[in-house]
């Protein structure tokens, strides 16, 4: 069975340019995450999907972040602009629904902004 | 809002060591406790997990129990091998979302 799948796995870009990420989760899996996990630090949820609908993007910073999970599958990450402290790598994570079950990561998108 | 605490690393330790974690919580009520696990270069993996008090959750050698009474869930192994070099994290399930530790850095030398 294929994992959580990112891509792209890896991205430089100036400061004030835009950058997209992409997921695509578990079959199945109608929960999904994005995470971001800053250099020494642990994961820190950004947003959670279930199905198509946001139910918590209390830590998204919506300022300058977004994301879509139109159909309920695949889902995309968008900063713009990038700033230098948003260098990090983005996690997406999914389960088979929020309650109680595990938590599968892809393999994240590394960011440098330079 | 809930944290997760960890020992902090490095950790270096010679093979067929004894590794120890600490990993406390404070989320409220009976949240599920995760061990995940971060080799070089590769994702996170779930190593372990526990979904009540007195559990244990145990994978590849490595054992943690849900120890409620001391919001703990510290992670053990007796023998260590240079596999096990990765970084460590501890997490706690509650709301709906994990919150992580910040991880620990173990480094198995041979």
């Known amino acids: 069975e294929a994992g959580v799948v990112q891509s792209p796995r890896y991205k430089i870009i100036e400061k004030k340019q835009p950058v997209a990420f992409w997921c695509n989760p578990i079959s199945g899996h109608n929960t999904l995450y994005w995470y971001r996990q800053n250099l020494g630090q642990g994961p820190e949820l950004l947003i959670r999907?279930?199905?198509?609908?946001?139910?918590?993007d209390s830590q998204l910073p919506k300022d300058r972040f977004s994301a879509e999970r139109l159909k309920g599958v695949d889902s995309t990450l968008k900063i713009q602009p990038a700033e230098l402290g948003d260098s990090a790598v983005y996690l997406c994570?999914?389960?088979?629904?929020?309650?109680?079950?595990?938590?599968?990561f892809g393999e994240g998108s590394w960011l440098t902004v330079v | 809002g809930d944290s997760v605490t960890q020992m902090e690393g490095p950790v270096t330790l010679s093979e067929e060591a004894f590794l120890t974690i600490n990993c406390t919580y404070t989320?409220?009520?009976?949240?599920?406790l995760f061990w995940y696990v971060q080799y070089p270069g590769e994702g996170l993996q779930l190593l372990l997990k526990?979904?009540?008090?007195?559990d244990k959750g145990s994978n590849k050698g490595f054992e943690a129990t849900y120890r409620k009474e001391t919001t703990s869930f510290h992670l053990e192994k007796g023998s260590v091998q240079v596999s096990d070099s990765a970084v460590y994290f501890c997490?706690?399930?509650?709301?709906?979302?994990?919150?992580f530790g910040a991880g620990t850095t173990v480094t198995v030398r041979a």
């Open positions: 997490a706690d399930s509650n709301d709906y979302k994990l919150s």
């Open positions: 989320a409220t009520g009976y949240p599920s």
């Open positions: 999907y279930e199905n198509e609908e946001a139910v918590d």
């Open positions: 526990a979904t009540k008090a007195d």
């Open positions: 994570a999914s389960s088979p629904t929020a309650s109680g079950n595990t938590i599968y």
